[in-house]
Nanobody, 128 residues
Framework: QVQLVESGGGLVQAGDSLRLSCAASGRAFSSYGMGWFRQAPGKEREIVAAINGNGDSTYYSDSVKGRFTISRDNAKNTVYLQMNSLKPEDTAVYYC?????????????????????WGVGTQVTVSS
């Protein structure tokens, strides 16, 4: 069982920045692929960014590429999402997720079905 707790969400203006954090339980954190997803009201949950367990490979959705950066500190069992140049369309609940499968150290999980543990989410609201 893996527990994930997100923090860092809030209400900001367009153009501002936020850093989300996800604290994870477990001694095998460095072997987990980690991802950030978001879900706006009435919309499907979508991937935002993902990172492999080693932290040397990442994936970003086209909508956030160049603005968001995913990173991790395995010594702290924490994954981060630095969000810059925020736009109103970034408004959503942001979820942290973990892929605990065998290849998580090496491969970036790019699809929702790759993930088997989820946090409860943190709200990000960007006003115009």
């Amino acid at each position: 069982q893996v527990q994930l707790v997100e923090s860092g969400g809030g209400l900001v203006q367009a153009g501002d920045s936020l850093r989300l954090s996800c604290a994870a339980s477990g001694r095998a954190f460095s072997s987990y692929g980690m991802g950030w997803f978001r879900q706006a009201p009435g919309k499907e949950r979508e991937i935002v960014a993902a990172i492999n367990g080693n932290g040397d490979s990442t994936y970003y959705s086209d909508s956030v590429k160049g603005r968001f950066t995913i990173s991790r500190d395995n010594a702290k069992n924490t994954v981060y999402l630095q969000m810059n140049s925020l736009k109103p369309e970034d408004t959503a609940v942001y979820y942290c997720a973990a892929d605990t499968s065998f290849g998580g150290s090496w491969y970036v999980p790019r699809f929702r079905h790759n993930y088997d543990y989820w946090g409860v989410g943190t709200q990000v609201t960007v006003s115009s």
